[in-house]
């Protein structure tokens, strides 16, 4: 877990990392290091954005979160906290950064293509996110692809441990290790990051005849040196198929919380602005918004 505290100028204040905890007590871990920025960072806490793989829904409640109302995260976070606390997928906010200000900024149209625990996919055509009607795009990992069985998981964490143990290497070894071990020229570990190059270019394949975005900007594991090579083998071998762009990320494993930076100085700043005109008129009081 990863928690900054910023200013409305997007300046962050205090910053803290911590394990990831047991789940039904990450709301009170989150409200707890808040607590521990503030120490340093005091104010009044304002907004809060948290960013989390999943499907998360337009209206920012999580499809699968416990509760009947699918919301017990959330409304669990904002007792805690005292303010609004908005709810992001966490590839959707990688997305936003590179929109914003990264290898995104000057193309029209681009699909994030995202490894960590799993493979997701953020799209954004003409400038705008594109989350689609349930939250459900970007679960590119479920994508049909044989031989893979259809429902089951392209890349994921059992993947990588499944070819690790094919490849006889240590399946209790998380992706970066073996991503280390093929830059260091690791057969075995080359082996594994080729087949998982070339499940990830298929999927960028099949986005392409849906989508046909400019490029594909990959974030996390995919943006290794040894893991982008691969994939531009994998699209080289298929090109005569598909012409495929790919440009590593401009922010790497931290997208996710640039993209949240940006959302919370955004939310600061529309706060901000909102409270000066209804300072000035009580009419305007909560029906201005600044948006991009």
Request: hydrophobic residues 45%.
């Amino acid at each position: 877990m990863h928690v900054s505290l910023i200013d409305p100028t997007g300046t962050v204040r205090a910053a803290q990392d911590a394990p990831l905890g047991r789940v039904e007590e990450r709301a009170v871990d989150i409200a707890r290091m808040i607590a521990d920025c503030a120490q340093t960072a005091p104010g009044r806490l304002r907004h809060a954005v948290v960013a989390m793989p999943g499907i998360v829904r337009p209206d920012g409640e999580i499809r699968d979160d416990q509760g009947p109302d699918g919301g017990a995260f959330r409304a669990a976070l904002e007792g805690l906290l005292g303010c609004q606390v908005q709810v992001e997928n966490d590839v959707n906010l990688a997305a936003l950064a590179e929109a914003e200000s990264g290898v995104g900024h000057d193309l029209e149209s681009f699909t994030l293509l995202m490894i960590d625990q799993g493979l997701g996919a953020g799209t954004v055509l003409g400038g705008l996110l594109r989350r689609g009607f349930a939250g459900v795009s970007g679960e590119v990992q479920y994508l049909p692809q044989s031989p893979v069985p259809i429902g089951v998981p392209l890349i994921n964490e059992t993947v990588v441990e499944d070819l690790a143990r094919s490849n006889g290497r240590d399946p209790a070894d998380p992706l970066a290790v073996h991503l280390d071990a093929c830059a260091a020229g690791d057969d075995a570990a080359q082996t594994m990051i080729d087949e998982l190059a070339r499940r990830l270019v298929l999927v960028a394949g099949s986005v392409t005849l849906v989508v046909d975005p400019e490029a594909f900007v990959l974030g996390g594991h995919a943006a290794h040196p040894c893991f982008f090579a691969a994939i531009l083998r994998a699209a080289e071998a298929i090109s005569h198929l598909l012409t495929l762009r790919f440009v590593p990320s401009a922010f790497g494993r931290e997208a996710t919380m640039i993209g949240a930076i940006g959302e919370a100085t955004l939310a600061l700043r529309e706060r901000e602005f909102t409270g000066i005109l209804s300072g000035q008129s009580g009419i305007l009081s909560g029906k201005y918004r600044v948006t991009r």
